[in-house]
């Protein structure tokens, strides 16, 4: 493991730099559409419910909409074959 001296770090580095996130700035919130609890604004889901905060952000649908009218159209098939 290589040793590290305290010449290795420019003053700029130092702690006090102001460089750092001061934690004083608050970071904009939204509130959740489903829970109303506040959320950060860039966060894609709630941390209470877990739903995504918007549309843009979800995942998209596990199947297509093609797939559903396949599957009425075949179930309407099988009723017809079956009465007539």
């Known amino acids: 493991m290589p040793h590290i001296s305290e010449h290795d770090f420019d003053d700029d580095d130092a702690a006090g730099s102001g460089d750092l996130f001061d934690g004083d700035e608050e970071e904009p919130t939204v509130d959740c559409p489903y829970c109303g609890q506040q959320v950060h604004a860039d966060s894609p889901r709630c941390p209470a419910c877990e739903n995504y905060i918007s549309d843009e ?18 179930l309407l098939a099988f009723v017809r074959w079956l009465f007539v």
Do not use: D, K, N, Q
């Open 57 to 74: 952000e979800a995942p998209a649908s596990t199947r297509p909409l093609w797939f559903f009218i396949g599957v009425a159209l075949g």
